[in-house]
């Protein structure tokens, strides 16, 4: 379908990429030629990483190389914190603290400043949500895997196993996924060769947006007002009947169960095996999950609206003690990895994005052409022809 008129750009092909494939028929997650179930359980968020920009920068550093140059990142992103950040950026919220953090960092378009794009937003949120508790910032520890540094530097103590495990799959999952709202507005900034930094921005203002990725913090503020499984239709029913939207649910391409629901659903399970996971929560979300979903049949038959990756995103999140004003921020330390591989891809194609409108205001009220002056005025220096 091509919504022309509705603003979405709803079916249209905007790009080819080799990067990732959302086949939203069958509920499918391909990642640069592996399927999500195969990378989500098993592979470190440096090795996704290396997947997705392989082929797109040169120099290019061997895997393990990789790993060690994003730790390094990391303490170079640390470095550049300044001391009275704490006070001016923690009043707002996260994900305008980490995005005036990331605005600092210089642009460009090769492989260091990508790996210290990456290791950025991992480092800043950790230091953000530890400023916003009233403690210091922990510096990287650039020997350990980057999904568990980022819990050790937000907690102040090293994960288990299974905690960096868990947080490694939320990263790998949400890494790439087409051309979703904040990849191609990285990619329509890389195509102007503002640099990768630039991109980066972009993306996160994007992700920003509840329709986006702002959705699994409201998830669980819904959560804490139904409170009980006995309460959950009730509740999930007025908000339908309110004219709200539930959070969590609902999605462009799939038109059934989102793939990564159930890659996070899985990293749960097993947090949970080692006793991480408060399982009255669970039990209520899952109960929550299941009324929503016949509500959203009930009431919106004609749209197949199913659990989206947001939902089981708040309860690992939340499982692995991130705030829920942080998930945003958790999420761009993730999709990140996507949109700096989309923008190098498209800085390779060599053409600005650069669509066509349809002009459907007023006329202009006189079409008359003006009048010519009698003296011809003096030739001035013509302006530069811009592409608006
Ligand atoms: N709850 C209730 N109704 C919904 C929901 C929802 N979660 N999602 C869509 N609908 C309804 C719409 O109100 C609309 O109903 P109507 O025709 O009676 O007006 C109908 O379903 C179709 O909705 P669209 O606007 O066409 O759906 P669209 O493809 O534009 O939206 C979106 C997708 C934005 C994700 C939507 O489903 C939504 O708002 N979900 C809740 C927010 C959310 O979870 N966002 C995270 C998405 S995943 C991600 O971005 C990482």
Redesign the pocket.
Same mark, same amino acid.
């Given at each position: 379908m091509n919504n022309d008129d509705d603003g979405?750009l709803e079916g249209v092909v905007a790009a080819h990429t080799v990067l990732s494939e959302v086949d939203g028929a069958a509920g499918r997650l391909v990642i640069r030629g592996h399927a999500l179930d195969e990378i989500a359980q098993r592979w470190r968020y440096e090795d996704v990483v290396a997947l997705l920009f392989e082929g797109f920068f040169d120099p290019w550093p061997q895997a393990d190389g990789l790993r060690a140059a994003i730790g390094r990142a990391r303490r170079e992103a640390f470095e550049r914190l300044q001391p009275n950040d704490d006070a001016l950026l923690r009043r707002l919220p996260p994900i305008e603290a980490v995005r005036a953090l990331l605005a600092r960092l210089p642009d460009g378009d090769d492989l260091p400043t990508a790996l210290r794009l990456v290791a950025a937003p991992a480092v800043y949120t950790a230091a953000v949500m530890r400023w916003r508790l009233g403690v210091q910032a922990l510096a990287p520890d650039e020997t350990l895997p980057h999904a568990a540094d980022m819990l050790r530097m937000l907690h102040g103590r090293t994960p288990t196993a299974a905690q960096g495990a868990a947080l490694d799959t939320y990263l790998v999952t949400v890494c790439d996924h087409g051309l979703?709202a904040s990849t191609f507005a990285a990619r329509v900034v890389a195509s102007t060769g503002a640099g990768l930094a630039s991109a980066v921005l972009a993306g996160i203002s994007a992700l920003k947006g509840?329709?986006?990725?702002g959705?699994p913090g409201p998830v669980l503020d819904a959560l804490d007002a139904i409170g009980t499984a006995a309460n959950a239709r009730a509740w999930l029913e007025e908000a339908?009947a309110d004219g709200q *939207?539930?959070?969590?649910?609902?999605? *462009?391409i799939y038109r059934v169960r989102d793939p990564r629901a159930d890659a996070l659903k899985g990293a749960l399970r097993r947090l949970g095996a080692e006793g991480s996971v408060d399982a009255g929560r669970l039990a209520l979300a899952e109960a929550a999950e299941q009324a929503a979903l016949a509500i959203?049949r009930e009431k919106?038959p004609g749209?197949a609206?199913e659990t989206?990756?947001?939902f089981y995103t708040a309860l690992l999140l939340e499982a692995l003690g991130f705030g829920r004003e942080s998930f945003t921020c958790v999420f761009a330390a993730g999709r990140v990895g996507g949109w700096l591989a989309h923008a190098r891809e498209q800085v390779r194609k060599g053409r600005l994005i650069r669509p066509q409108s349809v002009y459907v205001g007023p006329a202009p009220k006189d079409a008359a052409a003006p009048e010519t002056p009698e003296t011809p005025a003096t030739p001035e220096t013509p302006e530069p022809v811009l592409a608006h």
């Amino acid at each position: 379908m091509n919504n022309d008129d509705d603003g979405s750009l709803e079916g249209v092909v905007a790009a080819h990429t080799v990067l990732s494939e959302v086949d939203g028929a069958a509920g499918r997650l391909v990642i640069r030629g592996h399927a999500l179930d195969e990378i989500a359980q098993r592979w470190r968020y440096e090795d996704v990483v290396a997947l997705l920009f392989e082929g797109f920068f040169d120099p290019w550093p061997q895997a393990d190389g990789l790993r060690a140059a994003i730790g390094r990142a990391r303490r170079e992103a640390f470095e550049r914190l300044q001391p009275n950040d704490d006070a001016l950026l923690r009043r707002l919220p996260p994900i305008e603290a980490v995005r005036a953090l990331l605005a600092r960092l210089p642009d460009g378009d090769d492989l260091p400043t990508a790996l210290r794009l990456v290791a950025a937003p991992a480092v800043y949120t950790a230091a953000v949500m530890r400023w916003r508790l009233g403690v210091q910032a922990l510096a990287p520890d650039e020997t350990l895997p980057h999904a568990a540094d980022m819990l050790r530097m937000l907690h102040g103590r090293t994960p288990t196993a299974a905690q960096g495990a868990a947080l490694d799959t939320y990263l790998v999952t949400v890494c790439d996924h087409g051309l979703n709202a904040s990849t191609f507005a990285a990619r329509v900034v890389a195509s102007t060769g503002a640099g990768l930094a630039s991109a980066v921005l972009a993306g996160i203002s994007a992700l920003k947006g509840p329709l986006h990725g702002g959705a699994p913090g409201p998830v669980l503020d819904a959560l804490d007002a139904i409170g009980t499984a006995a309460n959950a239709r009730a509740w999930l029913e007025e908000a339908v009947a309110d004219g709200q *939207r539930l959070m969590g649910f609902g999605h *462009r391409i799939y038109r059934v169960r989102d793939p990564r629901a159930d890659a996070l659903k899985g990293a749960l399970r097993r947090l949970g095996a080692e006793g991480s996971v408060d399982a009255g929560r669970l039990a209520l979300a899952e109960a929550a999950e299941q009324a929503a979903l016949a509500i959203l049949r009930e009431k919106k038959p004609g749209r197949a609206l199913e659990t989206n990756v947001e939902f089981y995103t708040a309860l690992l999140l939340e499982a692995l003690g991130f705030g829920r004003e942080s998930f945003t921020c958790v999420f761009a330390a993730g999709r990140v990895g996507g949109w700096l591989a989309h923008a190098r891809e498209q800085v390779r194609k060599g053409r600005l994005i650069r669509p066509q409108s349809v002009y459907v205001g007023p006329a202009p009220k006189d079409a008359a052409a003006p009048e010519t002056p009698e003296t011809p005025a003096t030739p001035e220096t013509p302006e530069p022809v811009l592409a608006h």
